[in-house]
């Protein structure tokens, strides 16, 4: 046996332990690493892409050589008497182990790595999950893209969607990451955007594979997921506190103009809903397709709808409640800014040198090159310029995904490699616009698109696009994964729109659904409503006098957890620590808790359990080892299953009894 010394690195018999862990281990039924050769077929409609790869060759690779030196491993692996590729092995400053790979024989674009892996091992992370939490037991291709429609095969949604290329499957998402935690209380980040696919099914390995050589494979461990966490987050880096203007109740999701907007603003307020912000996407207009109501991407405010919009800001400021706005990362190419941006080439060009018009349905707009540092520099000013100097406090950062891999970029990189770096772009446009405004602490946007880098440039996720129904993979229930899948890997802060948005294919959002959502988002980061693709279809909260009391009731709790909610997302900015827990992250003891996917921790101190399914009147709800009171009655319970009372307005929810926050908790539940 040879030893790295005092490094926590072990090489015996074809076996890489980092910490007394196996990470790598060579037998004559599974090779460390496979090389290949591939042709990538990509073909993107309407943010949905149809990936296939033309595989030429894949051979086995074995360990041809050993190389043991005080600070590093390295080993040779060849195939047939030739050496193809090294992997060397050494630890950092930190006491993480980085695995660098190294291809010694050009031409060979597809690489397979194992590692090893227990039966009972269970996986989480590859970025916003929304089917599964656990990914042990599938394979997740890590490529952004649209979500898609329904995102289960079995559906008929999904397979209606799938007639117009929109259609999802459990693994699309609008944020893939080559991160994951594993429960040997290790996590492996792999610094590479190429596409990827990440193989959980064996027993005894996982297989990574990737369209291209990463740069390194990182490795950290810790005694517990909390300390993981930290640990994970300071790698990658961490989200900023929100701005406190966020804890005065529900942001509320309205279009039409200023007079509509205010109309219902003050319905809403007669009833005591508590109002922080309004959120009008359609600050800069809107264009209508058949899916629905769209806007009008060119970023300036439209006088028609939103007359004197600053002024009317400062109006609405002087009352508490801000103003939020949408921008993406495109301009339309019937917009007013698209030619004077084309002929100082700030747009991804085609081969032949025009502007590349990417279709987003019924309209096309042109890519902003963010590898132009003047275009990058000129958008950066938009943000500044037409929404922070305007008054606009907070933004839907909306989109990323949808770069084209026969683009030409003005940096010359490949559009393959770029695509899913093309989020963290976006976000740290964004992020520099407000760091350079000076007023990083009233500002806030949410993304719904990222990639590794996202955890620092981007303070708040939403889940995307869900249905506006209780499917298990597009609907409600959805943005908990997705929560909990985001957060684990960095991203502590998210939400995701009340109600939900997609509304197709008979698809259409009911009263009820829209109460359990708003019951649910009190206990997370943000409240906030949308009015959804096709607003006059579905029920809207403002049209029914028992939602907007029940709304009201939510915004109360909201606002009267400020405390409580501060404590959590200071544990996110210090820490890197989710604000919706898994249960095994603070009972790593219960062997039930890891595959519980539909409930969380808000915190460490209240569990929250969202009713998914419709008329119901009772709730199961999973509770861990401890001592717990209800929230509403006051009434004590132990771990197990129980089904509790959970009319509407009663969304199950519990706090440890031993909680600091025991007293408020108390004050909350006794005040609905």
């Not at 289960?152 to 799938?162: R, S, V, W, Y």
């Not at 908990?480 to 939400?495: E, R």
């Not at 009391?549 to 996110?572: M, N, P």
Request: glycine content about 8%; overall charge negative; aromatic content about 14%.
């Amino acid at each position: 046996m040879t030893i790295a010394q005092q490094q926590h690195l072990i090489l015996s018999r074809h076996e890489v332990s980092y910490h007394d862990l196996t990470l790598f281990k060579q037998t004559d039924g599974s090779p460390i690493a496979f090389l290949g050769r591939g042709t990538a077929a990509i073909d993107m409609y309407r943010g949905n892409f149809d990936i296939k790869d033309n595989l030429q060759t894949k051979i086995p690779l074995t360990i041809t050589d050993e190389q043991v030196a005080e600070d590093d491993i390295t080993l040779t692996l060849g195939f047939d008497g030739r050496d193809y590729l090294s992997l060397n092995f050494t630890i950092d400053s930190h006491d993480r182990l980085q695995v660098t790979p190294t291809l010694l024989i050009d031409g060979w674009n597809r690489l397979w790595l194992r590692l090893t892996a227990q039966s009972d091992e269970k996986v989480y992370g590859a970025g916003e999950q929304l089917s599964y939490f656990n990914l042990r037991g599938h394979h997740f291709p890590l490529w952004s893209s649209e979500p898609g429609i329904g995102r289960n095969k079995h559906t008929l949604t999904t397979f209606q969607a799938d007639q117009n290329h929109a259609g999802g499957d459990y693994y699309t998402t609008n944020y893939p990451e080559a991160t994951f935690v594993s429960t040997q209380h290790y996590f492996c980040h792999v610094e590479s955007y190429t596409y990827a696919d990440f193989d959980f099914q064996n027993d005894d390995y996982h297989e990574l594979q990737f369209w291209g050589v990463p740069t390194k494979l990182v490795f950290d461990q810790a005694p517990t997921y909390l300390e993981l966490a930290t640990k994970l987050t300071a790698l990658m880096g961490r989200n900023a506190n929100l701005p406190t203007w966020t804890d005065n109740g529900i942001i509320l999701g309205l279009q039409g103009g200023t007079q509509r907007v205010n109309d219902l603003k003050n319905k809403l307020q007669a009833h005591d809903v508590q109002i922080a912000g309004l959120w009008c996407q359609d600050w800069e207009g809107i264009r209508m397709t058949s899916f629905g109501k769209r806007l009008f991407w060119d970023w300036r405010a439209d006088e028609r709808l939103y007359p004197h919009l600053t002024d009317q800001i400062q109006a609405w400021q002087q009352d508490g409640i801000q103003f939020l706005g949408y921008i993406n990362p495109y301009i339309a190419n019937d917009a007013e800014s698209f030619q004077a941006a084309a002929a100082k080439g700030y747009f991804a060009q085609t081969q032949d040198g025009g502007v590349y018009l990417v279709d987003f349905g019924e309209f096309h707009c042109g890519v902003v090159d963010f590898t132009n540092p003047d275009a990058f520099e000129w958008f950066k000013g938009i943000i500044k310029h037409q929404l922070i100097d305007a008054g606009i406090t907070g933004w839907m950062a909306d989109f990323g995904e949808y770069l084209p891999t026969d683009v030409v970029l003005y940096d010359h990189s490949d559009p393959l490699m770029m695509h899913n770096k093309w989020p963290v772009l976006w976000a740290q446009c964004n992020y520099e616009a407000v760091q350079e405004s000076g007023k990083a602490d009233q500002l806030m946007y949410f993304m719904r698109a990222g990639a590794a880098g996202s955890q620092k440039y981007t303070p708040l996720l939403w889940a995307g696009d869900q249905s506006v129904n209780w499917s298990q993979d597009d609907g409600l229930i959805s943005t908990v994964p997705a929560a909990l899948s985001s957060g684990i890997i960095g991203n502590s802060l998210s939400h995701s729109d009340i109600g939900g948005y997609t509304s197709l294919y008979g698809n259409v959002r009911s009263k009820e659904l829209f109460m359990r959502w708003a019951e649910m988002a009190a206990f997370t980061p943000i409240m906030r409503s949308h009015e959804g693709n096709r607003p006059d279809q579905n029920f809207q909260v403002y049209e029914d006098d028992e939602a907007i009391d029940h709304l009201a009731q939510y915004t109360k709790v909201f606002k009267r957890l400020t405390a409580y909610r501060r404590a959590v997302i200071a544990e996110a900015a210090h820490r890197g620590l989710p604000a919706q827990w898994p249960l095994f992250m603070h009972y790593e003891d219960d062997a039930h808790a890891y595959d519980v996917q539909d409930e969380f921790l808000f915190g460490s101190d209240l569990l929250v359990a969202p009713v998914s399914q419709p008329n119901q009147t009772s709730w199961s709800v999973y509770l861990p080892d401890d001592q717990w009171v209800h929230l509403w009655s006051g009434r004590p319970y132990t771990g197990g299953t129980h089904t509790v009372p959970a009319p509407l307005g009663e969304i199950p929810v519990f706090y440890r009894k031993d909680s600091a926050f025991a007293d408020l908790f108390q004050q909350i539940g006794a005040s609905k």
